[in-house]
């Protein structure tokens, strides 16, 4: 039996030929555009972001007071400490003075700030003959106005320490990736006031063990202080993964014992917590 094609443009013509527009059909189809922050959208043609800063008048801005800057403070830091999961949404790098905010923290805070994120690529270096490969990015952070409150920025190159062994070709898609999520977690710094509790997303920068930041010389000569505890939403969490991956209380505290001297697993400290978490995420990657 032969196939019949259909021209679905023709036919959609033929079928709306006599339909007249309503007369104030323009009328609402431009006010509904203008209602629409451009700022939230793609280039038609480009499909490229680009972004559109709104202006702000003087008679919209105004000090926060003392009590509102407390109350606003204060709810942030609610939120990091009973919303965001060490060893998921930021980490505890070694020989730094503050957590490292990670993606999924940066991407949760944005949540709670009603913010969204719009990436653009500002400069980028393909040199195919030499495979080097560089990019710079930018991140807009959005009100649900369309109004820009907050820009990151994120530069990643394949001469980097952790990718110079690989050829630019193999990790180009994950440079310009590095790149976005770099430039992602500065955005929400800076529009969270957060730097006072986290830092950049070192992890992924190679840190030269020899060269810890943060610290000064006298403060290395100082006996370290004894990690943390581990909270309760840590223990939580890792408690989860060990019911996905079937193991049992009595078989986590061995390991604790053999491993970290802790004979019961509840005891651990945070960044112990933070290491048995990136293990078993280790395992479903």
Same mark, same amino acid.
């Given at each position: 039996?032969?196939?019949?094609?259909?021209?679905?443009?023709?036919?959609?013509?033929?079928?709306?030929?006599?339909?007249?527009?309503?007369? &104030?059909?323009?009328?609402?189809?431009?006010?509904?555009?203008?209602?629409?922050?451009?700022?939230?959208?793609?280039?038609?043609?480009?499909?490229?972001?680009?972004?559109?800063?709104?202006?702000?008048?003087?008679?919209?801005?105004?000090?926060?007071?003392?009590?509102?800057?407390?109350?606003? %403070?204060?709810?942030?830091?609610?939120?990091?400490?009973?919303?965001?999961?060490?060893?998921?949404?930021?980490?505890?790098?070694?020989?730094?003075?503050?957590? *490292?905010?990670?993606?999924?923290?940066?991407?949760?805070?944005? &949540?709670?700030?009603?913010?969204?994120?719009?990436?653009?690529?500002?400069?980028?270096?393909?040199? *195919? $003959?030499?495979?080097?490969?560089?990019?710079?990015?930018?991140?807009?952070?959005? %009100?649900?106005?369309?109004?820009? !409150?907050?820009?990151?920025?994120?530069?990643?190159?394949?001469?980097? $320490?952790?990718?110079?062994?690989?050829?630019?070709?193999?990790?180009?898609?994950?440079?310009?990736?590095?790149?976005?999520?770099?430039?992602?977690?500065?955005?929400?710094?800076?529009?969270?006031?957060?730097?006072?509790?986290?830092?950049? +997303?070192?992890?992924?920068? &190679?840190?030269?063990?020899?060269?810890?930041? $943060?610290? &000064?010389?006298?403060?290395?000569?100082?006996?370290?202080? +004894?990690?943390r505890p581990a909270t309760k939403?840590?223990?939580?969490?890792?408690?989860?993964?060990?019911?996905?991956?079937? *193991?049992?209380?009595?078989?986590?505290?061995?390991?604790?014992?053999?491993?970290?001297?802790? +004979? %019961?697993? !509840?005891?651990?400290?945070?960044?112990?917590?933070?290491?048995?978490?990136?293990?078993?995420?280790?395992?479903?990657?």
């Amino acid at each position: 039996m032969a196939t019949k094609q259909i021209d679905l443009k023709a036919l959609l013509a033929q079928r709306t030929a006599g339909i007249v527009p309503a007369e &104030n059909a323009q009328e609402v189809i431009e006010t509904a555009e203008q209602s629409i922050p451009k700022n939230l959208m793609f280039d038609a043609e480009a499909t490229e972001f680009k972004p559109e800063t709104k202006p702000v008048h003087g008679s919209s801005i105004r000090r926060l007071t003392v009590e509102e800057a407390k109350e606003s %403070d204060g709810e942030m830091s609610r939120f990091i400490d009973e919303v965001l999961v060490s060893g998921v949404d930021y980490g505890i790098v070694p020989r730094t003075s503050k957590p *490292t905010l990670l993606k999924p923290g940066a991407e949760k805070i944005l &949540n709670f700030l009603g913010l969204v994120a719009r990436t653009e690529v500002v400069n980028r270096i393909e040199d *195919t $003959g030499s495979g080097y490969f560089a990019y710079e990015c930018k991140v807009y952070v959005i %009100d649900r106005d369309g109004v820009v !409150r907050g820009e990151g920025l994120g530069i990643t190159n394949s001469k980097e $320490g952790k990718y110079a062994k690989s050829t630019g070709f193999a990790v180009q898609n994950t440079i310009i990736k590095m790149a976005k999520k770099r430039a992602l977690v500065d955005a929400v710094l800076n529009v969270g006031a957060i730097s006072g509790r986290f830092t950049q +997303d070192v992890e992924d920068m &190679n840190l030269d063990p020899d060269t810890p930041m $943060g610290r &000064n010389p006298e403060e290395l000569k100082q006996k370290p202080k +004894d990690p943390r505890p581990a909270t309760k939403k840590q223990l939580e969490y890792l408690e989860k993964l060990m019911s996905q991956h079937n *193991t049992s209380a009595a078989a986590m505290s061995r390991y604790t014992k053999e491993h970290y001297g802790v +004979d %019961d697993y !509840r005891q651990i400290n945070g960044i112990q917590a933070s290491e048995l978490i990136e293990k078993y995420k280790a395992l479903q990657s």
